[in-house]
């Protein structure tokens, strides 16, 4: 069994329905370069950031179809977008969280008839083990607004990508 299996066991052991399901994963790796890449490294942070997290829904997905007014928010970030990059080299990080938001694209239009809103969001820069102690905001910061998001979003903001302040953010 695996450790989605698992989750999708405890969860429907206690609710018949699903309204709401955050998929928050984040690998990066440190020091990428081009000279430096390895084809396992990447794959490894892909698996994470991006397959991960769709094989979530894909395994909640009976249970969101029960709930009232379901929402999946899949946490990326704005070194996915397409349109923002300026370089860098986290080629393995920017790389999955831009496949992560295409497939959270693709899993809002398969999922739209059902009346399940999908999302994609970037949380902000965060004080964490990866934003570090420099960073603009606090997890609780971070959190208290991308609950706000999950609070207001509907169908009509299915297949958007927003900042964890609620704002429309570029693919």
Do not use: C
Request: charged share 20%; aromatic share 8%.
């Amino acid at each position: 069994i695996t450790t989605i299996d698992a989750a999708v066991e405890v969860v429907s052991a206690q609710v018949d329905g699903l309204d709401l399901l955050i998929n928050n994963a984040g690998f990066f790796a440190k020091g990428e370069k081009l000279g430096n890449l390895d084809a396992d490294s990447m794959l490894y942070t892909f698996n994470i950031n991006a397959v991960g997290p769709i094989l979530v829904v894909q395994r909640f997905v009976d249970l969101l179809q029960a709930g009232d007014d379901a929402k999946v928010i899949n946490i990326s970030s704005q070194l996915g977008s397409l349109q923002r990059t300026s370089g860098g080299t986290h080629y393995s990080y920017n790389s999955s969280k831009a496949a992560l938001n295409m497939l959270t694209r693709v899993l809002a239009r398969e999922l739209r008839d059902d009346g399940i809103t999908v999302v994609t969001t970037h949380p902000g820069w965060v004080q964490t083990d990866m934003g570090g102690k420099g960073a603009a905001i606090t997890p609780n910061e971070s959190a208290a607004g991308l609950i706000a998001l999950a609070d207001r979003i509907a169908m009509d903001d299915t297949n958007k990508f927003y900042t964890w302040e609620g704002e429309e953010h570029i693919w």
